[in-house]
């Protein structure tokens, strides 16, 4: 006797094989408050703007370089900078859904556990990737000037980075929902050495033997390099391909972690 497969159950069924649907849906759900509410959005420009009109003019000032050529060098950093702080800190708001228990009624719901990584990180990706074409409109009146192509690849660059970033940033969320210190604890001793070795801000080639190797192992470091390398219409350079591998090897990671940590939760 062939048994009868209810409708509901075949629904169900056909929406946990359905992941790129999933993470589709996931990220629609999760953009809504972004677009109902932009002020947190724009409120997060803050901190980029700050460096770029703080600290821009004083490496302006001592590199003795023209304007415009130090923005070349500089603005491809505050890029980075923007989606390292962006996609470092998605964790924070997985952890106020579990603390609200939003989060576990997602849980019960037909889709992939993989779909609720994958569409929180998207999302978490697709406001920094618009804070960075506004970072770039803001430097163009001060004789920052990139390639188009280069900016393009780069903005992609960076949603791999940021992909990658945020999966992690969500595990490490789901590891300390019951002690959230310890996510900050974690996030801030993490993302500011990365920073500072990655070059964004300062250049390395002056600095102290152990930071340039540090720096030659920081996948930021090769992501950034990259970064300037295509904003400077130099698309095939071994920079461009390290930064790349450095993109994906991160995203690949992040991803596997991210996963997992979400499938065990």
């Not at 821009?56 to 950093?77: D, M, N, R, Y």
């Not at 924070?92 to 037909?110: C, F, K, Y």
């Not at 996948?219 to 970064?227: G, K, T, W, Y």
């Not at 995203?251 to 939760?265: F, K, P, S, T």
């Amino acid at each position: 006797m062939t048994a009868t497969v209810p409708p509901a159950v075949r629904a169900v069924s056909a929406t946990a094989e359905n992941p790129l649907r999933d993470t589709w849906n996931v990220f629609v759900r999760e953009s809504r408050p972004v677009l109902r509410d932009p002020f947190s959005m724009i409120f997060s420009l803050l901190q980029p703007l700050v460096f770029l009109g703080l600290f821009g003019p004083l490496l302006i000032g001592s590199s003795g370089a023209p304007a415009g050529e130090t923005l070349t060098w500089f603005v491809p950093g505050i890029l980075a900078m923007t989606v390292l702080f962006g996609s470092g800190s998605t964790g924070a708001n997985l952890l106020m859904e579990m603390q609200t228990g939003s989060h576990e009624r997602t849980l019960v719901a037909p889709v992939a556990r993989s779909a609720l990584l994958v569409g929180r990180a998207l999302k978490e990706v697709a406001p920094t990737i618009a804070q960075a074409v506004l970072i770039v409109a803001v430097a163009l009146p001060f004789g920052f000037r990139a390639s188009f192509a280069g900016l393009v690849a780069g903005l992609v660059l960076l949603a791999v980075f940021g992909v990658g970033l945020g999966a992690f940033s969500y595990a490490l969320a789901l590891a300390s929902r019951e002690k959230d210190w310890m996510f900050w604890a974690v996030q801030q001793s993490v993302i500011f050495p990365l920073m500072i070795l990655s070059g964004m801000l300062l250049p390395l080639a002056e600095a102290p033997a152990w930071m340039r190797a540090a720096a030659s192992v920081n996948p930021i470091s090769h992501i950034v390099s990259a970064e300037r390398a295509l904003l400077a219409a130099d698309l095939f350079s071994e920079a461009v391909l390290k930064g790349w591998c450095a993109a994906l090897v991160l995203a690949v990671a992040g991803l596997a972690v991210g996963i997992g940590a979400m499938r065990r939760h």
